[in-house]
């Protein structure tokens, strides 16, 4: 489970996980380690009439599902919960998001298919009202590791490092964005700053 939530991050970005509309969706996802490609991921999406997108598919490059998450909105228009279905379009749990008053994410909780509580999270936001940092506890409160969040003056998240409970850094990875402001690459680094795999993204605006 923990593998798919990072994959979930990785490969959709913040844009899915913050439920916000955009002109330009993700296409495909490809990983490669060193010069060579491994996985190569296809997405297809539904849409509201409001333009948010509602579900998301994963496909692998034979066009065999690997996963699918379905997104509920509230009456304020923000993602309360995101259903998660298995290759076989089963259900498997779901995450639940909890808000504040400035309708920032305060809590995030993640259920199984069962709806026992695997693990949670819980986000400080800097004064531009982004993740500055996000806490992942398990369902006995204990911290399983937390991340630190690096913005670019335009806004984007540039840099994700992640520390285990005794404070040493145990990974970190880099956006790179292009002139539109897409994430067009995240690689993923050791600790000594060795490229452990990297992420190249291609949108359905690419030509536009």
Known sequence: MKSFILSLTLILGSHFLSGQ??????????????????????FTYQYDAEGRAIRYDLFDRNGIREWAFETTYNEDGLAIKKTRYNERNEYDGYY??????????SDED??????????????????NQQVSRKYYFNVDDELINYSIFTYDDKGNNIKKSVFNPGKILSTYYIME??????????????????EVYSYQYKYDCDDK
């Open 177 to 194: 964005y292009n002139n539109k402001q897409l994430e067009v690459s995240c690689h993923r680094y050791t600790p000594q700053g060795e």
């Open 110 to 127: 993640l259920f199984d298919a069962d709806g026992n509580l695997i693990q949670y999270a819980m986000m400080s936001y800097n004064e």
């Open 96 to 105: 639940s998001y909890t808000y504040d008053k400035d309708g920032t994410i």
């Open 21 to 42: 509309t955009t002109d330009c969706s993700k296409q495909q996802a490809i990983k490669t380690i060193g010069d060579k490609e491994v996985a190569l991921s296809q």
